[in-house]
């Protein structure tokens, strides 16, 4: 009698046959292992050398400090003052390639991001994910991408042609335009301009409009709803986002985000530290702007298809699904810049280009995401506004009181930084978890009372059962 | 560099014609909410122009201030959402009366 | 403001935002007029942009490309049974008469009036780094009386607005 | 004048029809919803159903009785062995067909496998459906999904098995069988409560299932729903227990029933039974004896002229067959007594007033198959 179970399903008989990576590293033959180990300790020996320029300061400033591009683009004006070029085509130049750079980078994750986020959900899930089309399916976005191009587009009887056509298009620009006042390094930021706080939420506040027209010009219930339902969050939630980041703008004393960084560097400390309760309310409140879980309800697949745009097919619905996706790392870069430290890791960027670190904490964002849309359901549209007007926004406020104190003690006493700033650590943290349970008790938010196991019984009967059962407890 | 240069008056001209065009707007549609694009047009005309004249004046001395006209401008975004935000209210307002918003229609005085 | 980048990009949003414009008062769709006002407002702040005003410029964008137009589809779409079709009232031609002398009598004026304004070095070297941290001294240093009154005056048009199209729920509701 | 027109000051919305279905992702299957909605909230609701019609019924008078049991596999196509235990049991009982005790207990151990599969279906759609990205169903197909291994190894189907025959069961389960079944419900309740802490305690799932969908005991009854929706409404009343079938008189069971009577608690109720049938499946296993899985019965049975209504207890609740025999080898009527249909009829009652995702979780919860409503 054989005792385990024959796997009934060649997918079941897959994972049973599954080896992890490093089991197939030592069942890699000697002539491929040890030209790889060769390999490896050559990076390694080459990244002491590396080392040991940067600590003897051998690369500061100069052209080739790859830590921070800006220096070559700098170097690159100069030389090209030198040269009797106008001003123009220098600034044109570095422009149109930092353009491309951050373009490239976009784009480059459109293509990729569909395929980590398959991936992750999948690992999630107990399941796969995209495993064969390339290695580790890493093709499967193209074939995706390649589908939607050559499927037929399709413009619904009664829809505005002009509007129809319209937000795909729309909806990009904030996505991309976005970008902009993000540093990747101290001098590597596209357009480092002195608004960049504002000019961010004024950005995002743009995709409304194109998520409207997208509903409203479909011609189709589900489209508007979904519209309606979006565009209702996506004025409510913009007000915590403000709020939540004015508290850090009240810290810091500007509105310029790499302004923002260096406060972090110099004080040594994360945002996200000293203000808790604004991190979480801006993470809150951007997963409603971009239409993720737990806060999709604007595209909820379960209530109303597909949102706003259930009537786009082809490469239109692709780019509304590209634009989530690229949206998702733009709050990450976001999130990461005001809250995390951006490019800065208390000194590692010194060793390491600043916009590796920065696509790392962009990374462990996203992965945040991934993760709650793996674990997650779903919010119902009138508990988000009402936990976005009820909670949110008056808790942020009072935060925001409470800032402007801290703010003005740290800016104006001359004690170490450590003591204000520490000590408003302190006091935020407390008060953020006096504050949050208070309030939840003032607007009588009780969850343990609401999970109850049902009841056992053996007895059977109708209604006089059913009575004396809840009756008896 | 192109033989001409951006002056005042430039600004001047673009801010009168928009000013114009929202007065059009404002004066000649049948809709509420139409009526409201052609006044906040006017509005945006007259920001540009105290923007112009806060950039290009020369009337400043050295210890003027030559942000206040930002700061008008400020002022105005504030009441041009103030007014937005009222005047919108009382188009859906007068709509749950009348089912319409229509200004030619809304001659409640008329009897 | 010699440079051909801010010439160039003077006449290409000043065409946007004019062009703009006239779309509202011609486009036959309300909607459609709601986004080319869209557009003439990013114009505008286009426009304020090659006039240094950061700060202003971005507030250009964030209340009424994204505020004001939003609010304004707010009101088009709760008054589902209203004429959508931007039509002209019978005013259409007095209207055109006022715009177009007004148009023209400003921009007259504002040609043939020897303005003091600032020119070439004089106009770069008045060109502020950053106008944030001076809008702010002024808005609560000299204007602090008038930042007051606006703030007053926004947060009684928030009960206003909730005031006018808030829905009594009385017990004639389901009459 | 027309200022009289609206006294109350209330938005003068037109209400509108919006089509849920018959393709659409909460209808779990071709039915279709139509909806009168007054911007979110619905004001009133119609179910149309027969999409997936087959006239399961009629077809069913020009077979023999054992011809009809792969029918019912295709009626609740989520529960084929509830189904092909129910028709067995009222076929037998027309006919006085005695059943050997090693396939009363087969049927047992299959009926509850089939519960505990059904059950984790129903449960990971429903979360689904509160907008949890699959994951909580993905972790209830995984038991799922050896379930079905455990029948592909016994009759060689997994969904359609058509495995339960008059007077038995048609295979008796390999020796490997017995392994894996003790595997499984070894581990079947760790992983229960590893599934339930990924949904039970979260405050999401609480907010969007806690007060939704209400149906109080008197409104259950009066409904006639049946199963776990009835249960969930807090009325003890399960076929297993009421009228003991097959071997169920020996087991030793709870049944768990709700306080509520909202989505929350009919979705706690199928947890509950879940645990109770590896409860039932174990008993069943350390009782079973050895013998015959199946008498001989002749091809065309011919019972004699009567009739007969035979019910279980099946996942969505009681599954009932009236059959009429003429004494011939085909059945005069063949009627099957739906639960999905007739808990179906209770939505109406839950959704109108409440807004679009509450009406599709109360859906959710109710659990139907729509080859089930259709036949």
Same mark, same amino acid.
């Given at each position: 009698?054989?005792?385990?179970?024959?796997?009934?399903?060649?997918?079941?008989?897959?994972?049973?046959?599954?080896?992890?990576?490093?089991?197939?590293?030592?069942?890699?033959?000697?002539?491929?292992?040890?030209?790889?180990?060769?390999?490896?300790? @050559?990076?390694?020996?080459?990244?002491?050398?590396?080392?040991?320029?940067?600590?003897?300061?051998?690369?500061?400033?100069?052209?080739?400090?790859?830590?921070?591009?800006?220096?070559?683009?700098?170097?690159?004006?100069?030389?090209?003052?030198?040269?009797?070029?106008?001003?123009?085509?220098?600034?044109?130049?570095?422009?149109?390639?930092? @353009?491309?750079?951050?373009?490239?980078?976009?784009?480059?994750?459109?293509?990729?991001?569909?395929?980590?986020?398959?991936?992750?959900?999948?690992?999630?899930?107990?399941?796969?994910?995209?495993?064969?089309?390339?290695?580790?399916?890493?093709?499967?976005?193209?074939?995706?991408?390649?589908?939607?191009?050559?499927?037929?587009?399709?413009?619904?009887?009664?829809?505005?042609?002009?509007?129809?056509?319209?937000?795909?298009?729309?909806?990009?620009?904030?996505?991309?335009?976005?970008?902009?006042?993000?540093?990747?390094?101290?001098?590597?930021?596209?357009?480092?301009?002195?608004?960049?706080?504002?000019?961010?939420?004024?950005?995002?506040?743009?995709?409304?409009?194109?998520?409207?027209?997208?509903?409203?010009?479909?011609?189709?219930?589900?489209?508007?709803? %979904?519209?309606?339902?979006?565009?209702?969050?996506?004025?409510?939630?913009?007000?915590?986002?403000?709020?939540?980041?004015? %508290?850090?703008?009240?810290?810091?004393?500007?509105?310029?985000?790499?302004?923002?960084?260096?406060?972090?560097?110099?004080?040594?400390?994360?945002?996200?530290?000293?203000?808790?309760?604004?991190?979480?309310?801006?993470?809150?409140?951007?997963?409603?702007?971009?239409?993720?879980?737990?806060?999709?309800?604007?595209?909820?697949?379960?209530?109303?298809?597909?949102?706003?745009?259930?009537?786009?097919?082809?490469?239109?619905?692709?780019?509304?699904?590209?634009?989530?996706?690229?949206?998702?790392?733009?709050?990450?870069?976001?999130?990461?810049?005001?809250?995390?430290? @951006?490019?800065?890791?208390?000194?590692?960027?010194?060793?390491?280009?600043?916009?590796?670190?920065?696509?790392?904490?962009?990374?462990?964002?996203?992965?945040?995401?991934?993760?709650?849309?793996?674990?997650?359901?779903?919010?119902?549209?009138?508990?988000?506004?009402?936990?976005?007007?009820?909670?949110?926004?008056?808790?942020?406020?009072?935060?925001?009181?409470?800032?402007?104190?801290?703010?003005?003690?740290?800016?104006?006493?001359?004690?170490?930084?450590?003591?204000?700033?520490?000590?408003?650590?302190?006091?935020?943290?407390?008060?953020?978890?006096?504050?949050?349970?208070?309030?939840?008790?003032?607007?009588?938010?009780?969850?343990?009372?609401?999970?109850?196991?049902?009841?056992?019984?053996? %007895?059977? @009967?109708?209604?006089?059962?059913?009575?004396?059962?809840?009756?008896?407890? | 560099?192109?033989?001409?240069?951006?002056?005042?008056?430039?600004?001047?001209?673009?801010?009168?014609?928009?000013?114009?065009?929202?007065?059009?707007?404002?004066?000649?549609?049948?809709?509420?909410?139409?009526?409201?694009?052609?006044?906040?047009?006017?509005?945006?005309?007259?920001?540009?122009?105290?923007?112009?004249?806060?950039?290009?004046?020369?009337?400043?001395?050295?210890?003027?201030?030559?942000?206040?006209?930002?700061?008008?401008?400020?002022?105005?975004?504030?009441?041009?959402?103030?007014?937005?935000?009222?005047?919108?209210?009382?188009?859906?307002?007068?709509?749950?009366?009348?089912?319409?918003?229509?200004?030619?229609?809304?001659?409640?005085?008329?009897? | 403001?010699?440079?051909?980048?801010?010439?160039?990009?003077?006449?290409?949003?000043?065409?946007?935002?004019?062009?703009?414009?006239?779309?509202?008062?011609?486009?036959?769709?309300?909607? +459609?007029?709601?986004?080319?006002?869209?557009?003439?407002?990013?114009?505008?702040?286009?426009?304020?942009?090659?006039?240094?005003?950061?700060?202003?410029?971005?507030?250009?964008?964030?209340?009424?490309?994204?505020?004001?137009?939003?609010?304004?589809?707010?009101?088009?779409?709760?008054?589902?049974?209203?004429?959508?079709?931007?039509?002209?009232?019978?005013?259409?031609?007095?209207?055109?008469?006022?715009?177009?002398?007004?148009?023209?009598?400003?921009?007259?004026?504002?040609?043939?009036?020897?303005?003091?304004?600032?020119?070439?070095?004089?106009?770069?070297?008045?060109?502020?780094?950053?106008?944030?941290?001076?809008?702010?001294?002024?808005?609560?240093?000299?204007?602090?009386?008038?930042?007051?009154?606006?703030?007053?005056?926004?947060?009684?048009?928030?009960?206003?607005?909730?005031?006018?199209? +808030?829905?009594?729920?009385?017990?004639?509701?389901?009459? | 004048?027309?200022?009289?027109?609206?006294?109350?000051?209330?938005?003068?919305?037109?209400?509108?029809?919006?089509?849920?279905?018959?393709?659409?992702?909460?209808?779990?299957?071709?039915?279709?919803?139509?909806? $009168?909605?007054?911007?979110? $909230?619905?004001?009133?609701?119609?179910?149309?159903?027969?999409?997936?019609?087959?006239?399961?019924?009629?077809?069913?008078?020009?077979?023999?009785?054992?011809?009809?049991?792969?029918?019912?596999?295709?009626?609740?196509?989520?529960?084929?062995?509830?189904?092909?235990?129910?028709?067995?049991?009222?076929?037998?009982?027309?006919?006085?067909?005695?059943?050997?005790?090693?396939?009363?207990?087969?049927?047992?151990?299959?009926?509850?496998?089939?519960?505990?599969?059904?059950?984790?279906?129903?449960?990971?759609? &429903?979360?689904?459906?509160?907008?949890?990205?699959?994951?909580?169903?993905?972790?209830?197909?995984?038991?799922?999904?050896?379930?079905?291994?455990?029948?592909?190894?016994?009759?060689?189907?997994?969904?359609?098995?058509?495995?339960?025959?008059?007077?038995?069961?048609?295979?008796?389960?390999?020796?490997?069988?017995?392994?894996?079944?003790?595997?499984?419900?070894?581990?079947?309740?760790?992983?229960?409560?590893?599934?339930?802490?990924?949904?039970?305690?979260?405050?999401?799932?609480?907010?969007?299932?806690?007060?939704?969908?209400?149906?109080?005991?008197?409104?259950?009854?009066?409904?006639?729903?049946?199963?776990?929706?009835?249960?969930?409404?807090?009325?003890?009343?399960?076929?297993?227990?009421?009228?003991?079938?097959?071997?169920?008189?020996?087991?030793?069971?709870?049944?768990?029933?709700?306080?509520?009577?909202?989505?929350?608690?009919?979705?706690?109720?199928?947890?509950?039974?879940?645990?109770?049938?590896?409860?039932?499946?174990?008993?069943?296993?350390?009782?079973?004896?050895?013998?015959?899985?199946?008498?001989?019965?002749?091809?065309?049975?011919?019972?004699?002229?009567?009739?007969?209504?035979?019910?279980?207890?099946?996942?969505?609740?009681?599954?009932?067959?009236?059959?009429?025999?003429?004494?011939?080898?085909?059945?005069?009527?063949?009627?099957?007594?739906?639960?999905? &249909?007739?808990?179906?009829? &209770? &939505?109406?009652?839950?959704?109108?007033?409440?807004?679009?995702?509450?009406?599709?979780?109360?859906?959710?919860?109710?659990?139907?198959?729509?080859?089930?409503?259709?036949?």
């Amino acid at each position: 009698m054989s005792t385990a179970p024959r796997p009934a399903t060649p997918m079941a008989r897959q994972i049973l046959e599954h080896r992890s990576l490093l089991q197939r590293a030592y069942a890699l033959p000697g002539e491929v292992f040890f030209p790889l180990l060769f390999v490896l300790l @050559g990076g390694l020996a080459a990244t002491v050398g590396i080392g040991f320029l940067v600590v003897a300061g051998y690369l500061d400033g100069r052209w080739y400090d790859i830590r921070d591009l800006g220096n070559g683009t700098s170097h690159f004006r100069y030389w090209a003052q030198q040269q009797g070029l106008p001003p123009s085509v220098a600034y044109l130049t570095t422009a149109l390639l930092g @353009g491309i750079g951050i373009l490239s980078l976009v784009g480059g994750w459109l293509v990729i991001g569909s395929w980590v986020e398959r991936r992750l959900i999948a690992k999630f899930q107990i399941r796969q994910g995209p495993n064969r089309n390339g290695l580790f399916g890493l093709l499967q976005p193209i074939a995706d991408a390649l589908k939607l191009i050559q499927k037929e587009v399709l413009i619904p009887v009664g829809a505005d042609r002009l509007l129809f056509f319209l937000p795909p298009i729309l909806i990009f620009l904030p996505a991309m335009l976005g970008w902009a006042p993000i540093p990747w390094a101290a001098k590597m930021s596209y357009v480092d301009m002195n608004v960049g706080v504002v000019y961010a939420i004024a950005i995002s506040s743009l995709g409304v409009l194109a998520v409207f027209l997208a509903g409203w010009s479909s011609n189709n219930h589900y489209a508007l709803l %979904g519209a309606m339902r979006t565009v209702a969050m996506m004025v409510s939630y913009e007000i915590p986002i403000s709020l939540s980041l004015l %508290g850090v703008v009240l810290f810091t004393g500007s509105l310029q985000l790499s302004q923002i960084v260096v406060w972090q560097q110099t004080y040594h400390i994360w945002m996200v530290i000293l203000l808790p309760f604004a991190a979480f309310a801006f993470l809150f409140a951007s997963t409603a702007e971009i239409n993720r879980t737990p806060n999709d309800i604007g595209e909820a697949e379960s209530e109303i298809v597909a949102g706003f745009h259930t009537e786009y097919s082809g490469m239109k619905a692709g780019l509304f699904l590209a634009v989530e996706l690229g949206n998702a790392i733009l709050v990450g870069a976001m999130m990461s810049t005001v809250f995390f430290g @951006g490019y800065s890791f208390f000194g590692l960027e010194t060793w390491i280009p600043g916009y590796l670190i920065l696509a790392t904490k962009i990374g462990a964002v996203y992965f945040v995401f991934v993760w709650l849309r793996g674990t997650l359901p779903r919010f119902r549209l009138d508990q988000l506004m009402s936990f976005a007007w009820k909670f949110l926004i008056p808790l942020s406020i009072i935060q925001l009181l409470v800032v402007s104190v801290e703010s003005l003690v740290i800016a104006q006493s001359d004690l170490p930084g450590l003591a204000t700033v520490g000590g408003s650590v302190v006091v935020n943290l407390v008060l953020t978890y006096f504050g949050v349970r208070a309030w939840a008790n003032a607007i009588g938010y009780a969850p343990n009372e609401m999970a109850s196991p049902p009841i056992m019984t053996n %007895g059977v @009967g109708g209604l006089r059962a059913a009575e004396q059962i809840r009756a008896g407890r | 560099m192109l033989g001409l240069s951006v002056t005042l008056a430039h600004y001047l001209v673009v801010s009168a014609l928009i000013f114009g065009i929202g007065t059009v707007i404002a004066l000649s549609k049948r809709n509420a909410v139409a009526v409201l694009m052609g006044v906040e047009l006017m509005l945006n005309a007259v920001n540009l122009t105290l923007i112009a004249f806060s950039r290009f004046s020369s009337a400043f001395g050295q210890n003027g201030q030559p942000l206040s006209g930002h700061v008008f401008v400020v002022f105005v975004l504030t009441v041009a959402a103030a007014e937005a935000a009222v005047a919108l209210a009382m188009a859906v307002l007068v709509y749950r009366q009348r089912e319409t918003v229509d200004l030619d229609r809304i001659n409640l005085l008329r009897g | 403001m010699e440079s051909p980048g801010i010439i160039i990009a003077f006449w290409v949003l000043a065409a946007v935002t004019v062009g703009g414009c006239l779309m509202v008062l011609v486009a036959r769709n309300l909607l +459609h007029a709601l986004v080319f006002l869209v557009l003439a407002f990013l114009g505008m702040a286009g426009l304020f942009v090659t006039l240094s005003a950061d700060f202003i410029a971005v507030a250009q964008i964030l209340i009424y490309a994204g505020s004001i137009a939003v609010l304004m589809v707010f009101a088009i779409m709760l008054t589902p049974l209203a004429a959508r079709d931007n039509a002209n009232s019978l005013y259409l031609l007095p209207a055109l008469a006022a715009g177009l002398g007004i148009a023209g009598l400003v921009s007259v004026v504002a040609v043939i009036t020897p303005w003091s304004e600032l020119k070439g070095d004089a106009l770069g070297q008045s060109d502020p780094v950053t106008t944030v941290s001076a809008i702010g001294d002024l808005l609560l240093g000299r204007y602090v009386l008038p930042f007051e009154v606006a703030s007053i005056l926004l947060f009684f048009a928030l009960l206003g607005a909730i005031v006018l199209v +808030h829905e009594r729920r009385g017990p004639r509701e389901g009459s | 004048m027309t200022t009289s027109h609206n006294p109350t000051n209330a938005a003068a919305t037109e209400p509108y029809v919006l089509n849920i279905g018959p393709q659409h992702p909460s209808t779990h299957g071709v039915f279709r919803l139509r909806v $009168v909605m007054d911007g979110e $909230v619905i004001r009133d609701l119609d179910m149309i159903v027969g999409y997936l019609h087959r006239s399961m019924e009629k077809l069913a008078e020009e077979r023999t009785y054992t011809q009809n049991i792969p029918f019912t596999d295709r009626a609740d196509y989520l529960a084929a062995m509830s189904n092909n235990l129910g028709v067995c049991l009222a076929v037998e009982r027309l006919a006085g067909v005695e059943v050997p005790e090693r396939a009363s207990y087969l049927r047992v151990i299959f009926a509850e496998l089939q519960r505990i599969a059904s059950h984790a279906m129903a449960n990971g759609t &429903l979360v689904s459906d509160a907008g949890a990205w699959q994951t909580p169903l993905l972790y209830m197909f995984r038991e799922r999904e050896k379930i079905l291994d455990l029948f592909e190894m016994t009759c060689g189907a997994r969904l359609t098995t058509n495995y339960m025959r008059i007077g038995g069961v048609s295979f008796d389960p390999p020796p490997e069988f017995w392994p894996a079944l003790q595997e499984l419900m070894d581990e079947m309740p760790t992983r229960i409560d590893e599934y339930a802490s990924l949904v039970q305690d979260s405050e999401i799932f609480l907010a969007r299932t806690r007060n939704v969908g209400v149906i109080s005991a008197a409104d259950a009854i009066n409904g006639s729903l049946v199963g776990p929706a009835l249960r969930g409404s807090g009325v003890p009343w399960d076929l297993r227990k009421a009228e003991p079938y097959c071997v169920y008189d020996r087991m030793n069971f709870e049944v768990p029933v709700g306080r509520h009577g909202d989505v929350y608690d009919r979705f706690m109720v199928r947890l509950e039974e879940t645990r109770q049938s590896v409860e039932i499946i174990k008993q069943a296993m350390a009782q079973i004896p050895d013998g015959p899985h199946k008498t001989d019965i002749p091809l065309a049975l011919r019972p004699p002229v009567g009739e007969v209504y035979g019910r279980v207890e099946g996942p969505r609740g009681e599954l009932g067959f009236y059959l009429v025999s003429d004494g011939t080898p085909a059945p005069y009527r063949f009627h099957i007594r739906a639960p999905s &249909l007739i808990n179906l009829s &209770l &939505l109406r009652e839950m959704a109108v007033g409440v807004s679009l995702p509450d009406a599709v979780v109360a859906l959710g919860s109710l659990d139907i198959v729509v080859g089930d409503i259709d036949r």
